[in-house]
């Protein structure tokens, strides 16, 4: 290569071509070298992201995709290939959620819908978004149905606790935060009304251990405030 077209490389390495540097062979052999090997890699991070998706690793796979993003800017596969994973990930935590509810455990379904709902989607995609929705709404009155029985039953303790752990699933609500602290607070007027009565009736020990059942859940509302 002569010297003029030594001093002429870096021009045609970081694009900055001018239209007479496409004309000349060794430019177009590097601009076409680069195309194959940027189509090359842009290969590899698709075939590495389609085997992370495979296996359930929404995240990396997602990765993996905006990695070949890089390297061809709106690259359609690899565009494709992110909202795929993001479905799929939705669907994942959408079936956790369902087998969570089905065992009971409606605290754990909670979680499952609200990490869908706070994960990156497309806002065309209406149905996931429907299908979220209405999975925190399930989980949400089946928990609170729970906590109202323990409450009917009498098991205050076990309600505020399974209340907290709610709140804790769904921080971001306001009102499940308000229903949480009445629950609390229901719990601690019960405990100190029995507290009062037991100690009337002579039954000084019941009387304390009610005062101390009033007094950690008043702590925990008082926190919670």
């Known amino acids: ?34 195309m194959v090997l940027g189509g090359c890699a842009v290969q590899e991070h698709l ?39 993001r479905r799929e990930a939705v669907a994942h935590e959408l079936e956790e959620h ?3 509810l089905s065992r009971g455990d409606f605290v754990e379904a909670l979680k499952h819908a609200m990490t869908a709902r706070h994960m990156p989607s497309d806002l065309e995609d209406f149905e996931s978004v429907r299908r979220i929705d209405a999975a925190i709404l399930q989980a949400s009155e089946r928990a ?36 949480a602290d009445d629950v609390g607070k229901n719990a601690v007027a019960h405990y100190e009304q029995l507290g009062h009565e037991l100690h009337e009736s002579g039954l000084l020990g019941s009387a304390a251990i009610a005062a101390a059942f009033a007094k950690r859940l008043g702590k925990e509302v008082s926190a919670d405030e």
Not at 16 to 23: F, I, M, Q, S
Not at 63 to 82: D, F, G, M, Q, S
Not at 151 to 173: I, T, W, Y
């Open 144 to 179: 609170e149905n729970r906590v109202r029985e323990w409450l009917e039953k009498g098991h205050f303790v076990g309600a505020v606790d399974l209340s907290r752990k709610v709140l804790q699933a769904s921080p971001q609500s306001p009102a499940r935060r308000q229903w």
């Open 98 to 100: 369902q087998v969570a």
């Open 47 to 85: 075939k590495t992201g389609d085997a992370l998706l495979k296996r359930g690793q929404y995240s990396h796979a997602i990765v993996a995709y905006e990695e070949a993003l890089k390297v061809a800017p709106n690259h359609k596969t690899a565009l494709a290939r992110i909202r795929q994973a």
């Open 1 to 34: 290569m002569d010297q003029a077209a030594s001093a002429e490389w870096p021009i045609c390495l970081d694009s900055r071509l001018r239209r007479n540097d496409l004309k000349k062979p060794w430019c177009r052999i590097l601009c076409l070298l680069a």
